[in-house]
């Protein structure tokens, strides 16, 4: 996306605690999408047609001899939804970021199959994804909501590190949130393309620990991809596993898989699937079967893409189905 234009702005020192004021620049980009979706008949029972913008502001500037960049996404005009992040640059020792909903740790690897649009889940039914709730197999201890953030790279592998304390929310300054059904979590994501030797794979793997503050339980989360690219075709696998402390919680265990084609320059496609096995303590395990098929053509700064996913035995719930295509065309700006 293009930069509209750049604004000379100053740091305010009192905010930054920082001894003299320093010239910064923002940097201000954006889009929109227009979407048609189609789902199950009890759902869509009026105007499929909708719209989303997103503007996104970054900028960054010396502060006593590091790097300080800001990022804010308004990610939904319609929706109220937004993110942002603080980050500090120390070069060699790493970056230290404050993250408020744009992607940390574990959750930066949730899905990494291929896919030429959406993930094959985007668009189903789903619920909250809680320490306790059944989440599609989506992993994330920390999440991405009032977190610090670490990010670094050794010898060719990079480690995204996340840690929050108490529920993740994002709140505002001055703000505190509650300890909700999490009393703190951290986590991390390791990835590298470099140190398997083999041109164009690149693998992954995290861990990650929610304690439950209510009953003093611990969750664990753990995931591993790989992906191999050669010539057209990009095939990728993933095994995720979360597994609830607390008695009488289910156990979440899926395998993913995708594969996405570069027909040329302007035109991708790929199908993917993803089956989550729900371990239940008092009931029999249920399979949770998704399948997804994606395309995409790019026009310059014209997109459009489109997803066609459907589920059975949706969230652990045996014979409930669910589908959802959606079309999008996005213009960047």
């Known amino acids: 996306m293009n930069n509209l234009k750049k604004i000379g702005l100053t740091a305010l020192a009192g905010s930054l605690t920082a001894i003299s004021a320093h010239a910064a620049e923002l940097g201000v980009s954006g889009a929109s999408v227009l979407t048609f979706t189609d789902r199950n008949a009890d759902e869509v029972t009026g105007n499929p047609w909708g719209m989303k913008t997103n503007l996104s502001f970054t900028g960054s500037g ?5 790097t300080v960049s800001y990022m804010q996404t308004s990610k939904d005009q319609f929706a109220g939804m937004s993110s942002a992040r603080l980050s500090v640059d120390m070069g060699d020792m790493g ?9 940390s740790g574990l959750a930066t690897i949730d899905d990494k199959t291929p896919s030429a649009a959406e993930e094959v889940w985007d668009g189903l039914d789903a619920s909250a ?15 991405s909501s009032g977190v ?4 670094n790279s050794y010898s060719g592998v990079n480690v995204n590190a996340a840690y ?15 300890e909700g059904s999490n009393g703190g979590a951290w986590d991390f994501a390791l990835t590298s393309s470099e140190i398997t030797g083999v ?7 995290g861990y990650g ?36 402390g607390k ?5 979440e265990d899926t395998f993913a898989y995708g594969i996405a084609v570069n027909i040329n320059d302007n035109l991708s496609i790929s199908y993917g699937g993803r089956d989550t096995d729900y371990q239940k303590n008092a009931a029999a395990d249920v399979t949770e079967e998704i399948t997804g098929f994606a395309a995409a053509y790019t026009m310059g700064s014209i997109k459009v893409a489109g997803n066609i996913n459907e589920v059975t035995n949706n969230l652990g719930t045996a014979n409930l189905k669910d589908e959802n295509m959606e079309i999008a065309i996005s213009f960047a700006f």
């Open 209 to 244: 620990e929610a304690s439950a503050a209510l009953d003093g339980k611990t969750n664990e989360h753990t995931t591993i991809f790989a992906n191999y690219s050669v010539g057209m075709f990009t095939v990728g696998i993933q095994q995720s596993d979360i597994d609830n």
């Open 164 to 178: 929050r304390k108490g529920a993740g929310a994002s709140s505002a300054d001055g703000g505190t949130s509650g």
């Open 62 to 66: 010396e502060v006593n001899g590091y």
């Open 129 to 143: 994804a809680t320490s306790n709730v059944p989440s599609r197999g989506l992993v994330g201890a920390a999440g």
């Open 199 to 205: 041109e164009g794979l690149s693998v992954g793997a």
């Open 148 to 151: 610090f953030n670490f990010v």
């Open 95 to 103: 970056t230290i970021a404050f993250d408020q909903g744009s992607g």
């Open 247 to 251: 008695l009488g919680d289910t156990d």
